[in-house]
């Protein structure tokens, strides 16, 4: 079975963030305005107001929960401490002051986008899709609403949905190359494969040095099998921008899977220059070490990926057949049974384990596990896109944004 092949790059998240921190410019300071408070202003109120403007966002926090103490239908008061619980990154207590003004005063002005906005930067885009699909029908044709909507959908992995907001929004700003990333992400991940081709052709009308739109060329024509056309789009993207985020992986993992490993080893090593802690860069960089039966490099880098991530069975199947062959017998064992144990239906590691007991004269343990190997089916090699997917789970701030924009269908 040909391996699925879906990049997931960190260029998604940057365009996820700025589309929606474009479509929130248009708010007033980013937030409720002070002037729509309750008259009269009390000191209490206006200490929070100066604390606010001092920059003391803290201080102005705690004084608008002693005005909200006095004034429990101060619907206002909940609005700005939404806002200040925003400008520190705290978008779910920011959202939960937006609700609970809402409540008390559903009209004021603005409130529904920032909640939106407040739960779209939380992650919890099902919620925020919600309210701006609302918003959408009280004002039907509004860009950044549908541009919010289109990027909740995709927030979610509901590719399909997001896909006529995206093409809505792109038809009124044809010169948008973010949206036509997006849309030719939507494409891809719903297998709609020339459809994506097409959008990339767009971008490159916009933009012929778009690296991540030769990264969406490659996958797509993987996704074909067209393995070569994969590799020079790769190639292309490269040379676009060598620092583009998993451009190198992307290539490498193409050039791994070819078994053209002396080609991959530059690539992983390059991706790991450009960045450090891409930990699955490392681990298929020890992987491709122990394929060409360099195992002390493959120890080495297969080590260092373990401090990053303990769960992932590559790493403990390949630290096992480095550990067999190099006769150092216990660790192989010890490394395939945790292989196993977090990969039940990994065949090599039952394999090279029945091996194991086989030539230490364990005869009826050995059976067993070539019993289990040979009553599984062999695994289909672990997708790049859930690999990269795993890396970007990192935290890192996209525009704001919390959680990562994933392939559909990750593999475990």
Known sequence: MRRAFVVVVCGCLLALGNLAGRAQSGLPAGGVLAGGLHDPVTPAVERALALAREGKTQEAIAAWQGVVQAQPRNGQAYAQMGLLEA???????????????????????????????????????AEAETVFLRELKEHPGDQRLTILTAMSYYGEHRYAQAIPYLKEATARDQRNLELRLALAHCYLWTHQLETTLGVYKEILQIDPDSAEADMIAGEALDEKGDNAGAVQQFRAAEKANPKEPEVHFGLAYLLWAQKRYDEAVTEFQMELKNDP?????????GDTFMQMGRYAEAKQELLIAEKGDRKMPLIHLDLGIVAQETDHREEAMRELKEAIALAPANVNAHFRLARIYQQSGQRELAKVEFDKAKNLNKSQDESLHQRIADANARPASAGGTAGTATAPNAAP
């Open 277 to 285: 802690g891409n930990n699955q860069a490392r681990i298929y960089l």
């Open 87 to 125: 400008r520190l990154g705290r978008f779910d207590a920011a959202a939960g002051d937006y609700r609970k003004a809402a409540s008390i005063e559903p009209g004021i002005p603005g409130l529904p986008l920032n909640l939106g906005l407040a739960l779209f930067k939380a992650g919890r885009f």
